[in-house]
């Protein structure tokens, strides 16, 4: 089953945005346009998708390698999810954007609703209130190598933030 089918199957109306598929080199590209390289072994790979359920969109993205993860790719993800785990955490009411974008690896983000990209976004003065949707996507890129980045849709809530997105984040697959 190809991933629009099974954002269908799972009751959305289909993408929220054409699925961003990169990988090794490219995964340095943070908006690369798919092309026909071949996946190697053991490079990163970016993949950034999203659905639309109800006219509202999601936005995540995973990074992973087939096989093996090298050592520098396990480390580069380590820190790209430390920071997507801080900057999630700090994504509570009366908090500043800017101060959820400061929590490590480049983290950048901005809202979502009816469409993928809304206000505000991150590193900005914006407090945050109940209810907003956020997405929030650190990543780190390195010219020729590649780049990790991991997103998550968040939902502001009172008592902090809610993970709307669910799904696992394997490096290796």
Known sequence: MGL???MHARGAEG???DTIVAAGPRAAVP???PDNREIARGEPVV???GAKVQGYCADMTRTFCFGKAPERLKAVYAEVKAALDEAVSRAVVGSSTSYVATAGADTG???VGLTVHEYPGL????LLEPNMALAIEP?????GWGGVRLEDTILVRPQGSERLTKAAMVLEI
């Open 31 to 33: 908006h690369h346009v």
């Open 47 to 49: 993949v950034d998708m």
């Open 109 to 111: 983000g901005h809202g």
């Open 4 to 6: 629009e089918s099974a």
């Open 139 to 143: 990543g780190i890129y390195v010219p």
């Open 123 to 126: 590193g900005g003065d914006t």
């Open 15 to 17: 993408p929220g945005f």
